[in-house]
């Protein structure tokens, strides 16, 4: 009974805070970064290793830290992550030097292994018949944070024509991210409970005694089914998160339109990102499979693309966000319902671990590929995203329902 009370007490909405402000931080950061140092002299090679800074030491750190994650419930792991990068984040006030910021960016990332997974698990740690609507409100919270940091950027940028303000005031962001996770951020009713499952099945009861036609933990989900989801998403953003705003500063478009192009696709892939969340099995499998078509084959256009015009980098980014925002609902809505099946936290964890590892390994690919050629890197990435749908297609027929 106390388990109930406590879950009719806690609130999701804090959650939703947080999983909407360190995104606002990310974007803001994430197009600056590859346009300051390209005008400092500063080769692609060493722009590539600077932008997946945060992936390197992220790309194994949530698989690394779940069990302290486990033993330390959220609260406290979502603590240690929002105070120490905000601790990296403010030597930005004191040096930007490649090397100092590099060092910075692996803290940070490290540090963020206990911030994402345990946000995610909050979902898998309520009851079932909320988890839809909990992925919906996660999805539309942090790709509103994405959006939020590239419109704050493009209109910053609008007036102070300088990129270096964005690094003074991304680490304010966090400081608001820590005073919220230190006030309202509460541990789940049925975060690290021995018996959680039993405890949810009882709430479930009491909530509703329908059957949830969309329960995924119902079906034998292969993992790699979500990795290849997950890893063609990162692969995708990672490209062109990387390539783009150099592509422009060759292009000799205005800064403040990188972020406002990257804004539409971010709000494409905001609202098709919290619709996935509600897909049937049979309607998820045919979508992502089509999303990462189409992705392919617009990774080639804009490697095609040696003019400027804006209509047509707009329509691209528009489209790219409805493919994208697709790949990570569908994506994380798999992990988390392996989470549920098999009563555990890791496959958030391995969610995390693999946006974080292509995060990392494209940027410096791409480093040295658009060294010679930059258009040669659109290219590369489409035939690693025809890879990857091959793959997903071949594990996707393995999805089947459990037998009763």
């Known amino acids: ?224 089914v979500p990795i290849l989801i997950a890893a063609s998403f990162s692969i995708s953003k990672a490209s062109i998160g990387f390539l783009y705003p150099i592509k422009s500063e060759m292009l000799g478009i205005e800064t403040y339109t990188v972020y406002l192009f990257t804004f539409f696709l971010v709000l494409t892939q905001a609202i098709f990102a919290t619709l996935s969340s509600f897909l049937s099995m049979k309607w998820l499998k045919c979508v992502t499979l089509i999303s990462l078509g189409f992705i392919t084959l617009l990774m080639l256009i804009f490697g095609m693309v040696v003019d400027y015009n804006a209509a047509l980098f707009i329509a691209l980014f528009l489209i790219i966000g409805i493919f994208c925002g697709i790949l990570y609902g569908s994506a994380l809505k798999l992990f988390i319902a392996l989470n549920v099946k098999k009563k555990t936290t890791k496959y958030t964890s391995i969610n995390e671990s693999v946006l974080g590892l292509f995060f990392l390994i494209i940027p410096i690919l791409l480093g040295f590929i658009a060294a010679a050629d930059l258009n040669l890197g659109f290219y590369i990435i489409s035939i690693i995203l025809l890879i990857n749908l091959v793959l997903a297609s071949i594990f996707m027929i393995q999805i089947q329902k459990d037998s009763e």
Not at 12 to 21: A, D, G, K, Q
Not at 163 to 184: E, G, K, N, R, S
Not at 193 to 203: A, F, H, K, M, Y
Request: glycine residues 4%.
């Open 1 to 224: 009974m106390d388990n109930f009370e406590n879950h009719q007490k806690w609130h999701f909405w804090p959650v939703l805070c947080l999983t909407f402000l360190y995104p606002v931080n990310l974007s803001v950061l994430g197009v600056s970064i590859p346009i300051y140092y390209y005008n400092k002299g500063v080769s692609i090679e060493i722009i590539g290793f600077l932008a997946a800074a945060i992936a390197l030491t992220y790309s194994f750190s949530p698989l690394l830290l779940n069990k302290l994650s486990q033993k330390f419930g959220r609260k406290k792991s979502v603590l240690i992550a929002t105070l120490g990068a905000t601790a990296a984040q403010i030597s930005f006030y004191f040096t930007l030097d490649p090397f100092i910021f590099f060092i910075a960016r692996l803290v940070e990332g490290f540090v963020m292994g206990f911030y994402w997974t345990n946000l995610q698990s909050t979902i898998s740690d309520s009851s079932k018949d909320k988890q839809s609507k909990y992925t919906a409100g996660y999805n539309l919270s942090w790709n509103l944070g994405v959006l939020s940091g590239l419109l704050f950027g493009a209109i910053v940028l609008f007036f102070i024509d300088d990129v270096l303000i964005v690094f003074y005031l991304a680490p304010l962001i966090l400081i608001i991210t820590c005073v919220i996770a230190v006030i309202y951020f509460k541990d789940p009713p049925y975060a690290n409970s021995q018996n959680s499952s039993t405890n949810q099945n009882n709430i479930k009861a009491d909530v509703s005694d329908s059957q949830n036609k969309n329960d995924f933990s119902k079906y034998f989900i292969p993992v790699m």
